[in-house]
């Protein structure tokens, strides 16, 4: 299963970026797909995620600000950024939680990372 994110860029503060992500493959069901972000010396965190049945989970720091959504016919998921912050500059992956079809086994794939820069 292959993840392709884009929507990256630089933005001045106030603003907003929308993120896409979409999962190829040898796919049966997604479960679960989400976006984390990583800047130099953190750990990787939750931004935000989304189960197939459309139920939400927010980092504290974005409630209110970013929008998650997906469209399962397309195996995509989106982040809608707005008000965006300095403190949200980031490499923002996406990630898919699901079964391969045919053998029905668990995948956990990662997408490549693309660059939110949130200028002050």
């Known amino acids: 299963v292959q993840l392709q994110a884009s929507g990256g860029g630089l933005v001045q503060a106030g603003g907003s970026l929308r993120l896409s992500c979409t999962a190829s493959g040898n796919i049966f069901s997604i479960n679960v797909m989400g976006w984390y972000r990583q800047t130099p010396g953190k750990s990787r965190e939750l931004v935000a995620d989304i189960m197939a049945g459309s139920n939400t989970n927010y980092a504290d720091s974005v409630k209110g600000r970013f929008t998650i959504s997906r469209d399962n016919a397309k195996n995509t998921v989106n982040l809608q950024l707005n008000s965006l912050k300095p403190e949200d500059t980031a490499v923002y992956y996406c990630?898919?939680?699901?079964?391969?079809?045919?053998?029905?086994?668990?995948?956990?794939?990662w997408g490549q990372g693309t660059l939110v820069t949130v200028s002050s």
């Open positions: 990630k898919a939680v699901g079964m391969y079809s045919g053998n029905f086994r668990h995948f956990n794939a």
